[in-house]
C-alpha cells in the first residue's frame, strides 16, 4: 500500500511538471527535465503539505494539476462506447464527478512524497505529432526503478495529459472496466452516483500526515 501511494505521488508531481510545460515553447519533456525538480523540492519542504493540510494540498493541485489535464478526454475513454450515448448533461456530471475523484486521489499523495526523485527518459515523437507518450521513471530509496508513462494530446491551448501508465496498467483502461460495471447495473446515472458517492466519503475522510 505504501508503494502505491508512492507511485501516486510521483504521478502526481510530473502531472504538475507537464502543467507547467504546457504554456511554454519548449517540448515538454525538456522543460519537465528543468522544472520537476522544483516541484518535488516544493512538496518535500512544505510541512503544511507533509502533515496532509487539505487546503494547502488542493490550492497546490488547481494551480500545477487542473489546467492541464484533459479530464473530458479522459472520461470519453474511460466510458468507452457508452458516452455516445449519454446526454449532454450526463457527460458534464459524469466528467465533473470523475475529476474530483481523480483530485482526491492525487491530492491524498502529496503528502507521501519523500526522498524520492524522477528521472525522464528521451522523448520519440515527431515535431508534427498531436499525440506522444512520455517515459520516465521512479527512483525510490529501495529497490528498482519503477516505470511511469504518459500520454499527452496537443490542442489549440497546449499540451495536456489523458491518460498515465503505472506499473503497466493505464489509468483509462483500468476505470474503464469499472465504469462499464456500474453502467450496465444502472446505466450512466448509476455510475454517476456511484462516484458521487465516493468523492462524498473521500471529502469527509480526515486527512493524515504521510508515513
Known sequence: MKLIKQLIAMSTLAFAAFGA?????????????????DVIETAKADKDIQSGNQQKVMALVDAKILPYVDFQRMTALA????????TPDQKTRL?????TL??????????????????????????ADTVVEVRSQVNVARGEPIQLNYRLAKG??????????????WLVET???????????????????KLAERNKQLANKPAKAGK
Do not use: C, M
Not at 489549440?156 to 496498467?169: M, Q, T
Not at 465504469?179 to 446515472?189: L, P, R, S
Open 175 to 193: 476505470y474503464k472496466g469499472t465504469f462499464a460495471t456500474e453502467i450496465g447495473k444502472g446505466g450512466i446515472d448509476g455510475l454517476i452516483a
Open 156 to 169: 489549440p491551448s497546449g499540451w495536456k495529459i489523458f491518460d498515465i501508465n503505472v506499473l503497466g496498467a
Open 79 to 86: 466510458a468507452g462506447r457508452f458516452w455516445r450515448d449519454a
Open 21 to 37: 510545460a504546457a504554456q511554454g515553447s519548449e517540448a515538454p519533456d525538456v522543460l519537465v527535465k528543468r522544472i520537476s525538480n
Open 95 to 99: 466528467s465533473n464527478e470523475f475529476r
Open 102 to 127: 481523480l483530485i482526491h486521489t492525487y491530492s491524498g499523495a502529496l503528502s507521501q512524497i519523500k526522498n524520492e526523485t524522477v528521472e525522464f527518459k528521451p522523448l520519440r515523437a515527431d515535431p
